[in-house]
Structures are given as C-alpha cells and as structure tokens.
Nanobody, 126 residues
Framework: EVPLVESGGGLVQAGGSLRLSCAAYGFTFEDYAIGWFRQAPGKEREGVSCISVNDGSTYYASSVKGRFTISSDNAKNTVYLQMNSLKPEDTAVYYC???????????????????WGQGTQVTVSS
C-alpha cells in the first residue's frame, strides 16, 4: 500500500485555482507533519508548505504565502493544498511527504522527510 497519494493536479490558466489532495494510508496520521514540495524541470526541489497534523501549525514558502493554504482533514487522513492566483512559475510536479520527528527542523527542507508520494503535475498557462 502506497502511504501517500496525491491528486488534484491539472492544467489551469494564470490567475486560476487548484486544490491538491494528499491522502495518507497505513500510518498514524496525527503523529506526522505533512509537507508539499514541488519540482519544475531543470530546477531544484522547493518546499512549498507544511502542516503539523496534531496541532495545525502551518508553514509557507515566501513564494506562495498569501496565495496557497494548507489544511488537514484528520477524519479523512488527508491534507489539502488550496492554490489560488496561480502563476506560470507555479508549474511543477507537486509532491507530498510525511515526517514523524520534526520538532526544531526546517520543514520546508525535504531532506528530513520519511516518505513521499508519487507526485501530481500542475501546469499554469499564461
């Protein structure tokens, strides 16, 4: 069973919105922080946002702050990334990832995460 499954990607015009979902399976969801990362062709992976599922603390990259909102539905073991005012530079494969022991860490750095989803493509046309 794949522990993390992303969905919700697609093609949208600049200024539009998408909502990504990250469904978690087979682990105690509330014990983890879930992060969203993205990687565009030829670019390094970038941390986008993260949420501590237990207490709801959220973190955002400066490039998306005010446009993206992360949330969790603990009853559904799912984390969402609502993306508004999308720009062409938001085009990338978006991945969610989970980390168990995360206090004191920079949660927008992917190096610390325990496991990853397979990714979903987001394409923003100009």
């Amino acid at each position: 069973e794949v522990p993390l499954v992303e969905s919700g990607g697609g093609l949208v015009q600049a200024g539009g919105s998408l909502r990504l979902s990250c469904a978690a399976y087979g682990f105690t969801f509330e014990d983890y922080a879930i992060g969203w990362f993205r990687q565009a062709p030829g670019k390094e992976r970038e941390g986008v946002s993260c949420i501590s599922v237990n207490d709801g603390s959220t973190y955002y990259a400066s490039s998306v702050k005010g446009r993206f909102t992360i949330s969790s539905d603990n009853a559904k073991n799912t984390v969402y990334l609502q993306m508004n005012s999308l720009k062409p530079e938001d085009t990338a494969v978006y991945y969610c990832a989970a980390i168990r022991f995360f206090y004191g860490l920079d949660l927008l750095k992917g190096d610390y995460y325990d496991f990853w989803g397979q990714g979903t493509q987001v394409t923003v046309s100009s």
